[in-house]
């Protein structure tokens, strides 16, 4: 059973991203196929795309996460290497309050 006869596979793709991030455009959405569908095969549709929904929200949530905490460690080690490279240089940046060391 295909869930979405005319949507080629770039719009499932666009619709899952979308659904996902919780941004939700609505420029693309599930068809109403009341007419052509039993009573049991829509339960099973809903249940099915819930179901999907839930799981893949999840996963996009901890991927985020992860990545929020890739980049937070990336800059803070990035703003240490800065740190001690200026202690060694001994310049400080303009507005700095510390007095640069004078060469000996």
């Known amino acids: 059973m295909v869930l979405e ?3 080629s596979f ?9 659904t996902f991030t919780t941004i939700g455009f609505g420029d693309i959405t599930p068809a109403d196929q009341h007419g052509k569908l039993t009573d049991e ?7 099915f795309v819930s179901c999907y929904i839930v799981v893949g929200l999840v996963i996009m949530s ?14 803070r080690s990035l703003v ?8 060694r240089c001994g310049k400080c940046l303009p507005r700095c309050s510390r007095k640069q060391k004078t060469d000996v």
Do not use: C, H, P
Not at 10 to 18: E, K, L, M, N, R
Not at 41 to 47: D, F, G, N
Not at 62 to 75: E, P, T
């Open 10 to 18: 770039i719009d499932s793709i666009y619709f899952s991203i979308i």
């Open 80 to 87: 240490k290497e800065e740190k001690k490279k200026m202690q």
């Open 5 to 7: 006869e005319r949507w």
């Open 41 to 47: 095969e829509i339960i099973v549709r809903q249940t």
């Open 62 to 75: 901890i991927a985020l996460n992860l990545g929020k905490d890739q980049l937070k460690s990336r800059v």
